[in-house]
């Protein structure tokens, strides 16, 4: 059987290889270099782009980067789009140093955030007061727009892109019933205290996240016909996974021990409304064998013990490895790299720091540069922090932009969350919606987002110098010399003023501007 | 082979016209054939309902006393006679949900067929499996990496160079496309196009390719994008309205499956279209004949009609098939849904099916005829649906490259030849 194009693309290296040769070279006055690139590399990106589909190829060997080539790679991988403040904070502390920084966000002042966040006044609100609110979608405008502010502008970028990670992993569709009012709670006391923690705490804290029990329907699970839909989900989609083996015998009895995991009621005058808690009342206290251990019945600790054995079992440790390395590394990663970074998982009892840190300190990472497609939100948030968009009041208007590219924050109906492959993404559709979004931004049509090329581009008095001061800007490097040229024709064509925009539009709306 | 090179061909000339684009205002299906083929059968519309159709609530059973027995609170009443409150009666056994009224009109005229207790062997109740040895066509087996219908339009004696040969509805290009022949995703005709000025889009649309035709793995969907956006350029989007009456309904599954009848009277090359509707996993509160289940049941049912009325005599050459990654648990849960199943239906609908008969053998919901935790059972395989249209209707007999592995056809007769 003949293989399909995607997947020969990705299995020959080709985009490695190819932005190999725009995306490594160093920011500096001098032409990019090609001597990271192998010969064997080049050859296959220029002449091979499109093979028959009837022959594999053995992928090129990349190379390992160091100094400012990996710099770059690292600030493109861990945050929502380098900017030259950020660029030049790494150089300047190191890049160990920057990182170990970031991976304490505790520890990286975010006045600018702060400030940003003061008026959306849902974010400290209980869910009793977010559900007096009259206008009942307000609190979910409210977290999407508090999210994707804070991807642009916090200085605290891998904890963000954590955050975006892990609430994709427990996914939640923020438009299903009380989840409007509720995954606010969810992202705030279950996603953010432990994007950066241990997996174990976070799984803990997910499994008693109203949101959640929500959204899975275990909140409405009654004992003598239980609902299986978190059950399922909770073993594929948040721990162990579907190719770990389970049956569908072990999905019913966890549905079973489950039962009695569920919220206050919108009238509770106790506890208030949205609240987690145990009901004895609709709790199956009969004896349930899981994964070949039998439960007795103890009520809500039989749960804990459940998720204390998947917190801890291997297949766990594989699932989430290769998550991470499929975000962080390539859409296919190494499998012995996947097995390395699983064993960090069991020795280090899912150490989300530690499992980062063994990624960065890979070659498996090092050598991948440009192999990730920018999912839409990242092409998105990217766009705005490159260009150093401002972001007005009303923002309406910009947030049906990132909706059209596909990938508004929780907005996914599906349990498994956001796809993080290029295949999903890199459609026809997919490339117009990034150009249009590009050019309008950069022409500053888009209500909701201001840019000031003029402002970035201030020193540049010649075409070449407004192609290569934008393409530092938002490449990090010059562009290589043939895109180069194509872009400095286009900035010849025009008084500069005039033509400006459209240079950076099509920077942004480059197929070099697509990877990270 | 000398498909795909002639391919490559009329894309570097598509690209080279990328200033001026330069292709014919109405472009007949023959405009990208190569010479001396036979044209290609059926415009295929798969229709993909994701998330796990209730197929006992869409088409029930009310003949069977054991539907009644398992549904005490989800059961569609048995069908009365000028009733919107009870199932509409197709064949004395069987009966329409209510909200799928729409559909009845072609029962009755037998341009819709249906198969019941369908779907893939595989037993597996994860959606996520589910679908996707679905779409590859491949139950229980994921080392083949296309999709099903991917390799029908490979395999095809008919290779068709338009951009618009296959197309992904929503702007998503489903699994079950997957394969070397490329595909068009959309969400929206009118907003298929570059942004800007016309005078100076021209102009950066030319740059704009130039980037893209620098080796970059992505220059193979600019190179697609810039000939579906030529192409579309040509269509009238402001003025369609819609023939037969059709009303799609206003969401996105009714819009896709209006853009689907505009590029099918386009005549732009369309062999295949696939459309997706979700929202199925109705574990809690599915409803009954109001709520969840039902309301996406009427929408369903109004985007198939409207399609078929909408195409009028061009029906007679379309074929449209739903699927569902499987049905729902026979027994309700105890928050008034139903849990992941087994079996489930296929509606087929077109000039060219058997339509107006429930195809395929019932198994019964008595206790131990049921599937696993309680599912209904399979007594037909999917492939076997797909592989009659597929070698009737669109006219490609390669079933043992499309399905691999499935050796045990069984003739349904849910389509004629």
């Given at each position: 059987m003949t293989i399909s194009r995607r997947d020969f693309l990705k299995a020959s290296g080709l985009m490695a290889a190819w932005t190999a040769l725009s995306a490594c070279a160093p920011n500096t006055e001098t032409p990019p270099s090609?001597?990271?690139?192998?010969p064997g590399a080049t050859q296959a990106a220029t002449s091979q782009v499109f093979p028959e589909f009837t022959q594999a190829v053995v992928p090129s060997a990349m190379p390992i980067l160091d100094g400012e080539a990996l710099l770059q790679h690292t600030l493109r991988r861990l945050t929502f789009g380098p900017t030259p403040e950020m660029l030049d904070k790494a150089r300047s502390m190191g890049l160990e140093a920057f990182i170990e920084e970031q991976l304490l966000p505790e520890s990286i002042p975010d006045p600018e955030i702060d400030a940003l966040l003061q008026p959306f006044r849902t974010l400290n609100m209980t869910v009793a007061q977010r559900l007096e609110l009259n206008e009942n979608s307000r609190s979910a405008r409210e977290l999407i727009d508090a999210t994707i502010l804070r991807q642009r502008h916090s200085q605290r970028q891998v904890f963000e892109m954590m955050v975006d990670f892990w609430g994709n992993h427990f996914n939640i569709y923020i438009g299903k019933f009380l989840c409007k009012v509720l995954k606010t709670d969810d992202d705030l006391k279950v996603i953010r205290p432990n994007a950066l923690g241990k997996f174990r705490d976070l799984l803990y804290a997910s499994a008693k996240s109203p949101a959640m029990l929500v959204y899975l329907d275990q909140a409405e699970s009654l004992g003598e016909s239980p609902n299986e839909n978190y059950a399922r989900e909770l073993m594929e989609l948040h721990t162990v996974g579907v190719e770990s083996g389970y049956s569908h015998h072990d999905v019913a009895e966890l549905a079973r021990v489950l039962t009695g995991w569920t919220i206050s009621r919108p009238n509770n005058q106790k506890i208030g409304p949205g609240i987690y808690y145990f009901n004895p009342?609709?709790?199956?206290y009969g004896e349930k064998h899981i994964l070949g251990t039998m439960i007795s019945p103890t009520g809500e600790s039989e749960g804990m013990l459940i998720l204390d054995m998947l917190a801890s079992h291997n297949s766990t440790a594989h699932f989430i490895s290769q998550k991470l390395a499929r975000r962080f590394i390539s859409d296919s990663p190494d499998l012995a790299f996947v097995d390395a970074l699983s064993q960090v998982f069991i020795d280090t009892d899912g150490d989300i720091r530690q499992l980062l840190r063994t990624i960065l300190n890979s070659e498996a990472f090092k050598s991948s540069a440009g192999m990730k497609f920018k999912k839409p939100l990242d092409f998105f948030i990217s766009t705005l922090r490159v260009t150093d968009a401002k972001m007005t009041e009303n923002s309406r208007k910009l947030y049906e932009q990132l909706q059209l590219l596909g990938?508004?924050?929780?907005?996914?109906?599906?349990?498994?969350?956001?796809?993080?492959?290029e295949e999903y993404w890199a459609t026809t559709s997919g490339m117009l919606d990034r150009w249009n979004f590009g050019f309008m931004l950069a022409s500053n049509v888009i209500r909701g987002a201001a840019v000031n090329l003029s402002a970035l581009t201030r020193d540049a008095a010649s075409p070449e110098d407004v192609v290569d001061v934008l393409s530092i800007r938002f490449l990090g490097s010059r562009m290589p010399d043939d895109a180069r040229s194509i872009l400095v024709d286009l900035a010849s064509s025009n008084s500069l003023d005039v033509i400006i925009p459209s240079v950076a539009g099509m920077i942004l709306g480059s197929p070099h501007f697509q990877v990270r | 082979m000398d498909t795909k090179i002639s391919r490559r061909d009329f894309l570097k000339l598509a690209g080279s016209m990328a200033v001026a684009p330069a292709l014919p205002s109405w472009m007949p299906r023959m405009a990208f054939a190569p010479q001396g083929v036979e044209p290609p059968g059926d415009i295929l519309v798969v229709v993909f309902q994701r998330g796990g159709m209730d197929g006992i609530s869409a088409v029930i059973p009310h003949g069977d006393p054991d539907y009644y027995h398992h549904r005490r609170r989800l059961a569609i009443p048995e069908p009365e006679d000028g009733s919107d409150q009870t199932g509409i009666d197709l064949d004395g056994y069987f009966g329409l949900h209510p909200s799928l009224r729409p559909l009845k009109d072609l029962w009755d005229e037998k341009t819709l067929a249906i198969v019941h207790a369908v779907g893939s062997p595989d037993p597996t109740h994860s959606h996520f499996d589910a679908m996707d040895y679905m779409e590859r066509g491949t139950p229980g087996e994921k080392s083949i990496p296309t999709g099903w219908i991917g390799r029908h339009l490979q395999t095809a004696s008919w290779q068709n160079e338009s951009p618009f040969r296959a197309i992904g509805m929503g702007g998503v290009m489903q699994s079950a496309l997957r394969g070397p022949i490329p595909v068009t995703t959309l969400k929206s005709i009118a907003d298929f196009h570059l942004q800007g000025g016309t005078a100076e889009l021209d102009e950066l649309r030319a740059r704009l390719s130039a980037l893209y035709n620098?080796?970059?793995?992505l220059d193979q969907h600019a190179l697609e994008t810039f000939n579906a956006v030529d192409i579309l350029a040509k269509i009238d989007v402001t003025n369609y309205t819609p023939s037969g009456g059709a009303a799609y309904p206003e969401t996105e599954f009714g819009m896709a499956m209006k853009q689907v009848a505009q590029i099918a009277k386009a005549e732009i090359g369309l062999e295949v279209a696939c459309v997706d509707i979700g929202g199925w996993d109705t574990h809690n509160l599915q409803g009954q004949l109001d709520g969840e289940l039902p309301m996406l049941l009427s929408e369903l049912s109004a985007g198939l009609a409207s399609l078929y009325h909408d195409l009028g005599e061009r029906a007679k050459r379309v074929t449209v098939v739903t699927m569902s990654e499987f049905g729902r648990r026979v027994y309700e849960n105890g928050s008034s849904g139903t849990d992941h199943g087994h079996g489930n239906r296929m509606f087929v609908v077109g000039g060219g099916v058997n339509g107006g008969k429930v195809h395929g053998q019932w198994p019964g919901l008595a206790p131990d005829k049921l599937f696993g935790p309680g599912d209904l059972n399979i007594t037909t395989d999917y492939r076997d649906v797909l592989g009659e249209i597929v070698e009737?209707?669109?006219?490609?007999?390669k079933l043992n490259e499309i399905f691999p592995n499935y050796t045990d056809w069984k003739n349904i007769g849910v389509v004629q030849s």
């Open positions: 090609h001597a990271h690139a192998t009342d609709i709790h199956d990938q508004l924050p929780f907005s996914w109906l599906m349990p498994d969350g956001y796809p993080d492959v | 620098l080796g970059s793995p009737k209707r669109l006219k490609n007999p």
